[in-house]
């Protein structure tokens, strides 16, 4: 890349009322998907599994091109396929399936924080990591709780309120004052 594209390029990024208006898009749309989590998480499941068939293929592709490796390549290949299908088919009950390995992974690490936060009580910071343990075991709890109900909003509802907040720091950030170049 010549140095006048690598300015113009730079001089779009960081341009403060294009970052303004991507910003604000990112928060039109992070509310608007917040009011649709099921949605939105049935879409983050589709284009995983659409990514994973793309993997099988690379993979397949690899059976021919690697001598060394074409049962391994032949092997995950047909893995991804099988992932990756199942969750373009089967949309709902992947998004289901995720929901309840989320409840399950905040649940173990609700557990694990709380016996490290146990194990160093005389430490400094040990009632934060006491704290930081009970919000993951009751995030966890209502979960897998509720699940499978709980499928319906946590993927999407998660999704959203990121783009939510990212939208908030571009936004931010586009309207901070720069600082000269030196």
Not at 101 to 119: E, K, S
Not at 135 to 164: F, N
Request: proline content about 4%; aromatic content about 12%.
């Amino acid at each position: 890349m010549n140095p006048e594209s690598q300015y113009t390029v730079r001089r779009w990024i960081g341009n403060a009322w294009l970052s303004g208006i991507l910003a604000v898009l990112e928060l039109v749309l992070g509310f608007a998907m917040l009011s649709f989590p099921l949605l939105l998480g049935a879409a983050a499941v589709w284009v995983c599994g659409f990514v994973l068939c793309v993997l099988a293929l690379v993979h397949f592709w690899h059976v021919f091109v690697r001598a060394g490796q074409r049962w391994w390549s032949l092997l995950s290949g047909i893995m991804y396929l099988i992932a990756g299908a199942a969750m373009v088919l089967s949309t709902i009950p992947s998004l289901e399936l995720i929901t309840l390995v989320v409840g399950l992974v905040l649940l173990l690490g609700g557990i694990v924080r709380l016996v490290v936060a146990f194990t160093l009580l005389r430490e400094e910071g040990s009632a934060w990591r006491f704290f930081n343990a009970v919000v993951s075991l009751v995030l966890g709890g209502m979960v897998v709780w509720s699940w499978p109900a709980s499928s319906v909003w946590l993927l999407g509802t998660i999704i959203a309120v990121e783009m939510i907040f990212s939208g908030w720091t571009l936004l931010f950030l586009s309207l901070a004052p720069k600082r000269p170049a030196p």
